[in-house]
């Protein structure tokens, strides 16, 4: 079978892998669509927390089942995606119902070999039905949940004012789900191209670009009083620390993003508030659930998020593409 392999930073090759086999209590599946995203080009920069090369990337996945136990009620040929946070289910925050932060986590394309391949092969509990979606649908499930998880992380109220930072894909889909929340969403970015395709496709008119008056501009919006909920998707350490300022007192700053380096605070500032800080790390099958009833009752415009395809051949030209493209690219899905 085919297989896109990140072999050592800058470097992607179309190799050939011998087909996985099966074991009792795993679903093979025929991998037709992968999303890409900003891990993957973090891993394949060579700026990704947790990972050894060389790595099949990959884990925004859709396909069909190729091979399944009797007993496991998965049917060949059922569309599914895949939830690629493998926990051991036996730690202290898989025993507190929290695997998406096990202590011994294996994500598909991270820690261990992903999707960017024909075939894989997966735990039972790791599939999920994606009935009444598309593959290209299913294949936005993952970076969805994300979003969908930071929300329910920060139990937003109707009416609540949010700040997101970072209109990417993950920006994205925190302020899809806060909108549905009820919440009176701003978006920020250093790239007015992704604010304008915000506003234009996804009717977010509340943007603002980052600059040297956008704390003005903020303090202005929000009568001086600061958002009642954070939320940062930026993966930089500036914009991170930058964030608590915009925090309303008695508010909450939400972490979804991943960096390599230490962030810092001013503690005064964070204590006045009492501001909660919250990490946001992965997704849970709660989630998963959670948007794919959303998109089956078509309240997230997946077609408008969906901005670009290849193929998996072309996966060694398109990823540095689109790395070199990223203002404007919110979801490149590939077909395999």
Do not use: W
């Amino acid at each position: 079978m085919k297989a896109v392999i990140c072999e050592q930073p800058l470097k992607l090759a179309l190799v050939e892998r011998s087909r996985p086999e099966r074991a009792q209590g795993q679903v093979l599946v025929r991998i037709r669509r992968v999303g890409l995203c900003g891990t993957d080009f973090h891993i394949y920069a060579g700026n990704q927390p947790f990972l050894n090369y060389p790595r099949i990337m990959g884990h925004e996945l859709s396909g069909e089942v190729a091979e399944a136990d009797e007993a496991s009620g998965f049917a060949v040929g059922q569309i599914v995606t895949i939830n690629p946070y493998l926990a051991c289910g036996s730690c202290i925050a898989c025993r507190k119902a929290k695997p998406n932060c096990c202590v011994n986590i294996k994500v598909m394309g991270v820690h261990i070999d992903g999707g960017m391949t024909e075939f894989v092969c997966v735990p039972e509990e790791a599939i999920v039905d994606a009935a009444g979606l598309s593959l290209d649908q299913a294949a936005m499930v993952e970076f969805l949940s994300i979003g969908a998880h930071a929300v329910r992380r920060a139990g937003l109220e109707p009416g609540e004012r949010v700040l997101i930072a970072g209109a990417g894909p993950i920006g994205i889909a925190a302020a899809l789900f806060a909108r549905i929340a009820g919440a009176d969403v701003t978006l920020i970015d250093t790239v007015q191209k992704r604010l304008a395709y915000a506003t234009e496709k996804l009717g977010f008119r509340d943007v603002a670009v980052v600059d040297e008056n956008l704390a003005a501009l903020l303090s202005e919006r929000t009568a001086g009083e600061g958002f009642d909920a954070v939320f940062d998707a930026t993966g930089a350490v500036r914009a991170i620390e930058a964030g608590f300022q915009y925090v309303a007192h008695g508010g909450r700053y939400v972490l979804i993003s991943v960096v390599k380096d230490a962030i810092s605070f001013a503690d005064p500032e964070f204590h006045k508030r009492e501001m909660q800080l919250i990490g946001s790390r992965n997704a849970t099958h709660q989630d998963f659930q959670y948007v794919i009833g959303n998109i089956r009752a078509g309240t997230i415009p997946t077609t408008a998020l969906h901005t670009h395809t290849f193929d998996l051949e072309d996966m060694p030209t398109a990823v540095p593409y689109y790395i070199e493209n990223q203002g404007a690219v919110l979801k490149a899905i590939g077909q395999i």
